[in-house]
């Protein structure tokens, strides 16, 4: 099934391959079976090592990305914001950078924001009072004064646009993984 779906050109993320991991799980709980019965010891101490730092490093990574596991991508594919360039946003923001956004922006008493995400939780922003519009296709090529948050999929579909007012600048501020903050004067 693995092998089947490398072939297909829908980028759907990892959702039709999920059938495979129980199998994958299995696989390498044989793996601790196989070392146990190595004959050499030193070859057999010298693969549990390895095997030991394996998963102790696989714990440090997950400790260090905690709460933002949706946004993590391996160490081969570097940032989110590198991860973000190769999947949909569906694979990356599923609102849970919504919360600290608002929290921040009622924190820092702002007014009225800009957002322009794939996914948004209108009830989340209501319940802080936090007055909010969706991103107009206008405000990407002039935008009027205020401050916007990009979530990182529509901010790196935008990058590259001729009329896009925010390529090529950097964000004020980053909400989690997921929210790019610019204020526009």
């Not at 549990?48 to 594919?77: I, K, M, R």
């Not at 008493?109 to 800009?114: D, P, V």
Request: with cysteine.
């Amino acid at each position: 099934m693995l092998i089947a779906s490398l072939g297909v050109h829908l980028n759907i993320g990892l959702r039709h391959v999920l059938p495979v991991y129980p199998f994958l799980y299995l696989m390498i709980g044989g793996f601790g079976n196989v070392v146990s019965r190595i004959k050499f010891r030193a070859v057999r101490y010298a693969m549990s090592a390895v095997t030991a730092c394996a998963v102790l490093g696989t714990a440090s990574f997950n400790l260090a990305w905690a709460p933002h596991y949706l946004a993590y991508f391996n160490e081969f594919v570097g940032s989110a914001e590198s991860g973000a360039k190769m999947v949909l946003d569906s694979n990356l923001n599923w609102g849970q950078d919504n919360r600290p956004l608002a929290e921040w922006a009622k924190s820092k008493s702002i007014e009225h924001i800009f957002i322009g995400a794939s996914r948004t939780n209108p009830e989340l922003y209501e319940s802080f009072r936090l007055k909010w519009t969706f991103i107009a296709p206008e405000d990407m090529a002039r935008p009027k004064p205020g401050t916007y948050a990009l979530d990182i999929g529509f901010y790196l579909r935008r990058r590259g646009e001729a009329d896009s007012w925010f390529d090529g600048r950097r964000p004020e501020r980053v909400i989690g993984k997921t929210y790019y903050v610019f204020f526009v004067k």
